[in-house]
């Protein structure tokens, strides 16, 4: 009869339904598995962008450094034989 004909539509529908549920389930675990390696590379990265930064700065400060020991020296005269000789001194030297 018409119920028990739509108690068989019902029914098949369900059986339909039921392989799309566990294979969006699958998908859904597959979509969390990859969110979570994307999370872990992404945090790889800023801690590879903190090193880069941090390696910048040091080479920064080293530059800095440099800079204000070649300054120093351009201070300095050019000793020769305990006497200072200031014409030894460049007159421009390009830092």
Request: charged share 35%; no cysteine.
């Amino acid at each position: 009869t018409k119920l028990s004909s739509a108690q068989e539509d019902l029914s098949m529908k369900e059986s339909e339904i039921d392989p799309l549920r566990v294979e969006l389930s699958a998908l859904n675990s597959i979509l969390v598995s990859k969110n979570s390696e994307l999370m872990h590379m992404e945090n790889a990265l800023a801690s590879k962008d903190d090193e880069l930064k941090q390696m910048k700065d040091d080479q920064a400060l080293k530059t800095s450094e440099i800079h204000s020991l070649e300054s120093k020296l351009l201070l300095e005269p050019i000793k020769i034989s305990g006497e200072a000789d200031e014409k030894k001194i460049p007159n421009s030297i390009s830092q």
